[in-house]
């Protein structure tokens, strides 16, 4: 970092889940969770740039808050305080990653913030204490302050790192729906018990650089709570398949879905069909992240 500059960017990336098993629910009403985590390149970016004094987010979404209840916002007070920065900030957001999406895409943007900001002011606060704040405004902060490949469990925060996932190239969609998280797994508590993704299997395929492996695995116990709702999940990942997709999931509480395929011809052509059949209006061709810097 250029020591004489007050401005910095950072990217935040976005997450898919390879695999997602609910353990149990808790008694706080949080879930304990095994995830497989990947971040992918599709990302936001954020520009960091001192002032004054107070929290000031401008951002070129039209669909977000720009008060307390963004998570940069949140992420920026939690820091500024636990730093005891005595100045301000600006922030700007420039948003690329579907908003409510099971993309992690708030999350991420509150890992660059807390990133962004000790790097900034120079805080030198070590990135196990960033996280430990992190996981204070959401249990998947920590694991978007690491990135790349790992196995989160507890409620999320209790990080893995695993080997890069193979590569290969994703084709992810967002219809145009709206999910809430909170619908999503009260319909699963209230529902009956579920099947159980093979996450070790999974974990065992991605140490051994086992594509195959991986595809075979994929599972996502929040997949039927949220295609039961909105069928339009399931058309889509129907015709990812039918179009030369390895394998299909939904990421998250959805209702976002990614298909894995070994040619970037491939996942455009079907990328283009999704959209001429209107299923989906947020669509990328991109590739697994390693390095998130
Ligand atoms: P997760 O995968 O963690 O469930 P998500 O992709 O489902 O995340 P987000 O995009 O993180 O969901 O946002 C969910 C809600 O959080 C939205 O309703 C949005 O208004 C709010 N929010 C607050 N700050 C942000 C932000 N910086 N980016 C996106 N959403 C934000």
């Known amino acids: 970092m250029n020591h004489h500059t007050d401005t910095l960017t950072r990217k935040a990336y976005a997450k898919i889940n390879l695999g997602l098993d609910v353990v149990r629910r808790l ?3 949080y879930h304990e969770v095994r995830m497989i985590m990947q971040t992918v390149g599709i990302y936001d970016v954020l520009t960091f740039t001192a002032a004054q004094s107070g929290i000031r ?4 979404s039209g669909e977000l808050p720009v008060g307390e209840d963004n998570l940069i916002y949140r992420a920026a ?3 500024l305080e636990e730093g005891n920065v005595s100045v301000g900030v600006d922030i700007h957001l420039e948003k690329h990653i579907p908003i409510a999406a099971g993309m992690a895409g708030g999350s991420s943007d509150a890992a660059a913030t807390l990133l962004g900001l000790n790097e900034l002011f120079a805080l030198g606060m070590p990135e196990e204490r960033l996280r430990q704040l992190g996981v ?5 902060v920590p694991y978007c302050i690491m990135g790349g490949t790992a196995l989160a469990e507890g409620i999320g925060e209790l ?3 695993l080997r890069p996932a193979p590569q290969c190239v994703l084709l992810i969609a967002k219809p145009d729906i709206q999910v809430s998280t909170k619908y999503v797994y009260e319909h699963l508590d209230a529902g009956n ?4 993704p093979d996450i070790d299997g999974m974990r065992c395929a991605i140490e051994n650089g086992d594509l195959s492996g991986v595809v075979a695995r994929l599972g996502n116990v929040l997949e039927t709570v ?3 709702a909105y069928p339009v999940i399931d058309r889509i990942k129907r015709e990812m398949v039918s179009g030369g997709a390895r394998g299909s999931l939904m990421s998250g509480s959805g209702p976002t879905v990614f298909g894995i395929y070994d040619s970037r011809e491939q996942a455009r052509a079907v990328r283009d069909n999704l959209e001429r059949q209107g299923l989906a209006r947020e669509l990328f061709v991109t590739e697994m992240q390693h390095a998130v810097s």
């Open 57 to 60: 987010i401008t951002t070129d």
């Open 27 to 29: 008694e706080n009403g």
């Open 136 to 140: 204070r405004i959401g249990a998947d």
């Open 226 to 228: 949220t295609i039961e």
């Open 77 to 79: 007070r939690l820091l």
């Open 159 to 161: 990080l893995t790192p």
């Open 193 to 196: 018990a579920w099947q159980h």
